[in-house]
């Protein structure tokens, strides 16, 4: 019996593609947007029919896919993305994260709720509790396809589900657009050989994301195969799009990487099929992180699919959007019996490293964290005048001799951090430098999680509409181990400077005196 996708097909090469330092975008002269204006194809590559395999069960063209195969046109393509384009994380980056995972998970109690919630068991115990759905079928003369989903459980909100098919074909692909065509359910049909979907997919719990794929699989003797794609590939639709809110977006990020680690595939060799975002989208910073740990085989957008008649090796569905290991369990009220959030961390250093060339996650740079900085937000009614607060921080510094005037190179320094439009890989250089993360309420504040423990604070100030029952980034700095203080007022500007700057040092870490004072 021979596997739907069986025989001896070519390996794609590794490849990498120098960051390109140019001139600024079109219309995008004021952004700070700098990168190269190149994209880069990785064509189809077509053979002979495979010798002894010339009347195998797939019959159609002997096409394999090795890499991803984007729109042919630059108009199709849309600009390239802003930022520096390096080779992605490199063999053994998955390997590494479970056992940077694991290590930082040794003082979590096993069966706990933070271990199970937050630490290396979460993905154990997904490995260890997988629903198979697709039933093989006796005296098939075919090798049976295979439908199964990892189990994500506990989460407070109903099981969780990371569904796998291996040796599938694309039937149909259809982007439903809601009222803003930026929205988009996909359908994506897929078809399986030689097995039936079982009553066990009806116990998984989806909503209009995935509901379609896993409910309307169509069951074949034999699978009829135009192409075949041996790398994997995740599908994912996202929950926030091109819109402003970093803290949304991250949990879509920490959703596919957890579905990397879970089901043990190298970032070099997975391809991600990101169903609603199309080339006519502006770019948000967070995807410059998205891109470059999928650079090896590339980020298909909704309008770059497969063509109908595909066949994959493993193609995988993460749980739906919306809510994620951030959100979930209280993420969003504040999250704060647990101490230490080993998943946090492991992908905040995997984010930082992406654009440290030729280092690890283990090898990035130390700099003095000498800077304070007030995350500047523009959107009413929860705004305030960013620079004055600035200047009286900056003016109790220098009275509490933290600061020097005429030695910039020592003291402490605040300035307004103004993350909008600039490339993410220039804002971790930022945050690196920084001792106190401080700023209204917002999804800003997420960049906190790129902080690090022991030397480096948030103080939130809650105002208007947003009060201390928003723990968003409560939750974030419990995972990362910052020190936290939060203000409260009704008004945002009614907030005083000088109380805003006295918390402001007192969260100074002590950590970081002896790199920042003379």
Not at 30 to 43: M, P, T, V, Y
Not at 331 to 356: A, D, E, M, N, W
Not at 464 to 471: E, I
Request: net charge negative.
């Amino acid at each position: 019996m021979k596997s739907p996708c069986e025989g001896n097909f070519f390996k794609s090469e590794d490849f990498d593609e120098d960051f390109v330092e140019d001139e600024p975008l079109p219309d995008h002269d004021d952004d700070n947007l700098r990168g190269s204006k190149e994209d880069f194809d990785a064509d189809f590559v077509e053979d002979e029919p495979i010798p002894g395999h010339e009347n195998e069960n797939l019959r159609g063209s002997k096409q394999v896919i090795v890499s991803v195969a984007h729109s042919e046109s630059e108009e199709a393509r849309g600009p390239a993305l802003p930022g520096p384009m390096i080779s992605g994380p490199p063999d053994g980056t998955t390997k590494q994260m479970l056992s940077e995972l694991r290590a930082l998970s040794v003082d979590l109690t096993p069966g706990s709720k933070c271990s199970t919630w937050y630490g290396i068991e979460m993905i154990e115990k997904q490995r260890q509790k997988i629903l198979e759905v697709c039933e093989p079928i006796a005296d098939s003369d075919s090798v049976p396809s295979k439908v199964y989903c990892y189990s994500r459980d506990p989460f407070d909100l109903g099981t969780r589900y990371t569904c796998v098919f291996e040796d599938a074909e694309l039937v149909d692909y259809r982007p439903e657009f809601w009222k803003k065509p930026t929205s988009a359910i996909h359908y994506t049909k897929l078809a399986v050989q030689s097995c039936t979907m079982g009553v066990n997919v009806m116990k998984i719990s989806w909503d209009g994301w995935t509901e379609y794929t896993m409910r309307h699989v169509e069951e074949r003797p034999r699978l009829e195969c135009r192409d075949v794609v041996e790398h994997p590939v995740i599908v994912y639709t996202m929950w926030e799009l091109a819109g402003h809110n970093l803290y949304e977006q991250m949990g879509d990020y920490f959703t596919v990487l957890e579905a990397v680690l879970t089901m043990q595939v190298e970032f070099s060799d997975v391809e991600l099929f990101l169903t609603n975002i199309d080339n006519k989208m502006p770019a948000y910073p967070i995807f410059d992180a998205w891109r470059t740990a999928f650079s090896r085989r590339g980020i298909r957008m909704g309008h770059e699919w497969y063509k109908n008649g595909t066949c994959f090796r493993k193609i995988a569905f993460p749980p739906v959007p919306g809510v994620s290991t951030i959100s979930g369990n209280r993420g969003r009220s504040g999250q704060t019996s647990c101490r230490v959030g080993p998943i946090f961390r492991v992908i905040s250093l995997f984010t930082r490293s992406l654009f440290v060339q030729n280092q690890t996650i283990h090898g990035l740079s130390e700099k003095p964290r000498c800077r304070l900085a007030l995350l500047h937000r523009t959107e009413p009614p929860r705004t305030f005048d960013s620079a004055s607060y600035v200047d009286e921080l900056n003016n109790r510094l220098l009275a509490k001799k933290l600061q020097f005037k005429g030695h910039e190179e020592e003291g402490y320094k605040a300035f307004v951090f103004d993350p909008r439009g600039v490339p993410l890989y220039k804002n971790l250089r930022i945050l690196s430098r920084v001792a106190v993360l401080f700023g209204i309420h917002g999804a800003g504040l997420a960049h906190s999680l790129f902080l690090q423990e022991g030397h480096s604070a948030l103080l939130e100030l809650y105002c208007a509409d947003r009060q201390a029952g928003n723990g968003h980034y409560k939750t974030i700095v419990a995972m990362m181990g910052l020190s936290y203080s939060s203000l409260s007022s009704t008004m945002c500007k009614g907030f005083d400077p000088g109380v805003v700057a006295g918390a402001a040092i007192k969260l100074i870490p002590e950590t970081t005196k002896a790199d920042c004072l003379p």
